[in-house]
């Protein structure tokens, strides 16, 4: 079946990297979505990767995919405390209206 | 600007009332999703449409009923609310178009609490 997993939590420090890691089951997935929740709002779409890209770099943003292993990962430059949020790995499954399967989120708290 | 509108950020009902969650895109978007989020558990999809008055069971469709009547307008419906139902309810759309990446445009979510 499908299943999206990530650590729940995780704590920086301003100015560090942040690493956000997810590991996928389904290798029929064609996108990888990296989606973005602010407190007390909906997800926002941060990046995505195509299934047959190794990585992709959006300014602050890296997105490494190791198809191989079904691992994905967001790589956070110089975070700051306005990264605070909750990010959710997803990939795209091949069905009606092209279904997302979600991770359970990983809470990034940045301390200044 | 594009959005997905939700009728009530929040929610308290009563076990065994009728509950109705509306969802407005103005996106003309063919695809629209209902989903649950609960902390650790992350969204759990309940329900999708993919077009006026067709719908798919999701991974977690039991208790909840959609309506899809227009195209823009996607409806969740708790026959008879019961405890197990607290949790945030958030509303996704996403275009059929092939040459898109399939983005999901979120709603602000509705928290509904039943007592």
């Known amino acids: 079946g499908e299943d999206v997993e990530q650590s729940l939590f995780l704590s920086v420090r301003e100015g560090d990297s942040s690493v956000i890691n997810c590991t996928y089951t389904?290798?029929?997935?064609?996108?990888l979505y990296w989606y973005k929740q602010e407190p007390g709002a909906g997800l926002q779409l941060l990046t995505y990767i195509f299934s047959n890209m190794d990585m992709k770099q959006d300014q602050r943003l890296t997105v490494l995919l190791n198809k191989k292993d079904k691992h994905l990962s967001l790589r956070i430059a110089d975070t700051q405390t306005g990264d605070s949020a909750i990010y959710f790995c997803a990939e795209s499954i091949l069905e009606y209206g092209n279904k997302l399967v979600f991770g359970a989120g990983t809470i990034l708290r940045v301390k200044s | 600007d594009v959005k997905v509108t939700q009728s009530s950020r929040y929610l308290v009902k009563r076990t065994g009332e009728k509950v109705f969650l509306e969802c407005v895109q103005d996106?003309?978007?063919?695809?629209m999703f209902w989903y649950r989020q609960d902390p650790g558990l992350g969204l759990r999809l309940i329900y999708f449409s993919y077009d006026v008055k067709m719908k798919e069971k999701g991974d977690i469709p039991e208790g909840y009923s959609v309506s899809r009547e227009k195209k823009e307008r996607f409806s969740l419906i708790l026959e008879s609310a019961s405890t197990n139902q607290t949790s945030m309810y958030l509303c996704?759309?996403?275009?059929?178009?092939?040459?898109?990446?399939?983005?999901?445009?979120f709603g602000p979510g509705t928290r509904l609490t039943v007592l």
């Open positions: 389904d290798s029929s997935s064609t996108y």
């Open positions: 996704a759309s996403s275009s059929l178009a092939s040459s898109s990446y399939n983005e999901q445009f």
């Open positions: 996106m003309d978007h063919e695809n």
